[in-house]
């Protein structure tokens, strides 16, 4: 090869790297900058992103039942914390310049802020150092301390160690513990709702996350001298429940009581405008505080006055006396022959509790015979009996809302009723319901015959303190005719404040009542159980023109008695009488002595070690 080839050789190499290099920084500087630069940019910028706070849940007047605290943790970045840095100090009025560890020079400080042994804070960080020392993974952000206070935060960050940092993390708090929490429900390990409002309103009560960017330097360090981006999260929205808290305090105050009288398996207790449907307390036993989730067992989270279906007993009774009177089939006045306490249907025996004769359609009620009912039942027809049921909600979901199952009942269909089923479904066996079905089927009868849809959300507020969403009563159906709903209030009347009914110790001190007793043998395989029964009561307050419904329900009492009227009576009548007090509704019965120092007191002030830096 000549030497002339040789050069030529070389110079077609070089201009062809030449080419090579140029068509690279071509692609890199005009195809490619866009991409090249986003990268370079991200990688001196770091996104830190700030989750929007959870909405607020409050009662009917604004009473916080649920809110998100902030709680401080104070976490260590060990990188770099172990190295040597000047520090000048005086000595004797002379400036003299020393070589210190950060980490001998602020661990001590720390410990003293945080009264805390320093040596526990120092071994923490040795652990991660000598990682970094091995080259082993290191966690980038030692615990050094849990639920800092506020003033500690400020004296920590005072000391300007960028090595420092104090992380926000949000906590949800229920500040009044066990009160209502079966209805508001909690959060489940991501933070979203598991149970109660908190699960139904989720969307309305999550926030929206924002975020910030800080500029970093090339050890991912914030660069102070430079600005950041910033997108501000938003908070949730608040919900309103139709709960009014002092309501919801005055029933588990009582239920409480009744607790401990009775020694129930469980007890629950429901409270209800007839007029609209809005629930003002729904209380359970057993309680439960999620505050200490931990210590809760799973039975005791059920909304049992949803989740929990029983046979009803005689408070089953109502449906058939006031489709029989909307169909004239019978007047309140009708006589019916009662069978001398004993009744002969289909192989099998009704038995009233004494040898009733003729009775009338209010005394049936007044002294629940069993016998009256079936044959009120008998006039009606299956069918008949079957559609009024449906008309007043039994076999049907009510569809609150509350975030958990809600039992439907058991409303067997026609094709499943046997010969004898006419007689007993009347009287409250073999069919189940829950509390708040029974709840709204009374309301039927206090609101002037019509159907309406249970309601726990009144509205949905949004950071402005605006109405956004508004949930409005709804009337579903007109059951019966007002005036049948008046012959069976004043039957029911009866049953409270004659002589010889059933419910005399439901009586409420001051107020006209009217309602039912209740005292059904639970059932288990192969037939009832012998001792163990469901007794309730359930009425409305005042007779005339009612502002309110209760239902007492207790299951498996072991006190002295197990009557509906004996059991769930006197705590029917002391939540009436407190509750009438606390609405103000005036007396329009002679008045005794109220109820010892209650009725009327605010709703008490939650606990204060948990309301620091709270969402309102």
């Known amino acids: ?368 015979s069993n016998i009256g009912t079936a044959k009120v039942a008998q006039m009606l027809g299956a069918d008949q009996l079957f559609y009024y049921c449906q008309l007043f909600g039994i076999g049907q979901q009510t569809g609150l809302f509350t975030g958990q199952r809600e039992a439907p009942g058991t409303l067997h269909p026609l094709n499943r009723w046997h010969k004898v089923t006419i007689v007993q479904v009347p009287m409250g066996q073999g069919v189940a319901v829950t509390a708040l079905q029974m709840t709204q089927a009374f309301a039927v009868i206090a609101n002037g015959g019509k159907f309406v849809a249970p309601q726990i959300i009144k509205e949905v507020r949004d950071g402005e303190n605006q109405v956004i969403q508004p949930f409005e009563p709804r009337i579903v159906r007109q059951v019966v005719s007002a005036r049948v709903a008046k012959q069976v209030t004043d039957a029911l009347r009866d049953v409270v404040d004659a002589e010889g009914g059933t419910g005399s110790l439901a009586r409420v001190n001051g107020y006209s009542s009217a309602g039912k007793t209740g005292t059904a043998q639970k059932a288990g395989r192969g037939g009832y159980v012998k001792g163990k029964y469901v007794s309730s009561f359930i009425g409305f307050v005042p007779a005339e023109n009612p502002e309110f419904v209760v239902s007492v329900i207790v299951d498996e009492p072991s006190g002295p008695g197990h009557y509906g009227g004996a059991v769930s009576g006197p705590t029917f009548s002391r939540i009436s009488e407190r509750v009438a007090r606390y609405l103000n509704i005036p007396p329009d019965q002679p008045v005794r002595e109220p109820v010892p120092g209650k009725g009327t007191k605010p709703l008490p002030e939650p606990d204060r070690t948990r309301t620091q830096q709270a969402t309102l």
């Open 1 to 368: 090869m000549t030497r002339q080839t040789s050069a030529s050789i070389i110079l077609f190499a070089l201009c062809l790297g030449f080419t090579a290099v140029s068509a690279r920084l071509v692609q890199l500087q005009l195809i490619q900058h866009e991409h090249f630069a986003k990268k370079a940019d991200a990688n001196h910028w770091r996104r830190q992103v700030l989750p929007g706070r959870r909405g607020i849940i409050v009662d009917t007047h604004g009473s916080l039942l649920a809110r998100t605290l902030i709680k401080y943790d104070l976490r260590l970045d060990p990188k770099d914390f172990g190295k040597e840095v000047d520090r000048v100090r005086m000595v004797d009025g002379k400036r003299k310049v020393e070589r210190v560890r950060i980490v001998d020079e602020v661990l001590p400080k720390i410990a003293e802020i945080l009264n805390a042994p320093e040596m526990e804070m120092r071994n923490a960080f040795l652990a991660e150092h000598n990682k970094e020392l091995a080259r082993q993974p290191i966690n980038r952000r030692v615990l050094l301390a849990r639920d800092i206070t506020e003033q500690q935060v400020a004296e920590i960050r005072a000391l300007k160690a960028h090595n420092l940092v104090i992380e926000e993390r949000p906590v949800r708090d229920w500040p009044y513990g066990p009160l209502a929490s079966h209805v508001i429900g909690y959060l489940g390990p991501e933070g979203t709702g598991a149970m109660g409002v908190e699960k139904e309103m989720e969307e309305q009560l999550k926030g929206v996350a924002g975020y910030q960017e800080m500029e970093t330097d090339r050890q991912r360090r914030e660069i102070a001298a430079f600005g950041k981006r910033y997108v501000a999260p938003q908070q949730g929205k608040t919900v309103v429940l139709t709960l009014d808290a002092v309501i919801q305090t005055i029933v588990e105050e009582e239920m409480a009581h009744l607790v401990n009288e009775n020694k129930p398996s469980a007890a629950y207790v429901v409270v209800m405008r007839p007029k609209t449907g809005e629930i003002l307390a729904m209380a359970n036993y057993p309680t439960c505080d999620f505050n200490n989730r931990k210590d809760i067992a799973p039975e005791a989270m059920r909304n049992r006055c949803m989740t929990d279906q029983f046979e009803p007993g005689s408070t089953f009774k109502i449906i058939a006396m006031a489709a029989g009177l909307n169909e004239g089939l019978i007047k309140p006045t009708s006589n019916i022959f009662c069978e001398n306490g004993q009744y002969f249907y289909a192989s099998h025996v009704l038995r009233d509790h004494a040898a009733y004769g003729m009775l009338s359609v209010n005394e049936i009620m007044k002294v629940s």
